[in-house]
């Protein structure tokens, strides 16, 4: 099985992230063959991510793994996310924009998870049990998300883009846009909130 391992930066790799990346690649060395493309190529993240999509079709890998440049996560997060057995699936993860309200540490899943559009749950005090595995959702956010390479071939490009409202006002991130997209194609989404990742900031959000 081929995997195009991304990760797209403008500003360098968190070292915390490499060692993450490296352990990751041994951690599947014997199971996968990668091709690894940390791209630079894009004036915005968007054109960055449709950089690597475009990369990931040309070199006909069987997924494309995103990972940011300030994510951490274990090494067996591949092996989790494609036995899943999804076209689409990311990960539960604090924004570093978390509210100060809520109790953040280190390994923490992100709070609020839009299950549908415009209803949202708080994943960390939700008690139905459907949202304590792998679950459908309105759209997940691309900061580590494990797609089907065949999914891009049933989307029009620009696959990932920012929309904006009238005032220049951004309305909808490129993850949102994508998921949003893929739904329009007929593709499901999903949000795996048991493995624990990080997001680096000045704390582990």
Known sequence: MKISLAIPTNRGLQPKTMQCLLE???????????????????????????YIAVQALNNNSDYLLFIDDDMTFPPDLLDKLIASQKDIIGVAYHSRGSSAKIKVVPGDIMSIAEVDKGKYINLETETDPKYKYVFECYATGTGIILIKCDVFKKIPQPWFEFTYFENGKCKEGEDWNFCLKAKEAGFKIWTDPIIKVGHLGEIIY
């Open 24 to 50: 990751l690649v041994a951690f599947g060395n014997n199971k996968y063959k990668w091709d690894i493309l940390i791209a630079e190529n894009g004036y915005t993240i968007a054109e960055n991510r449709n």
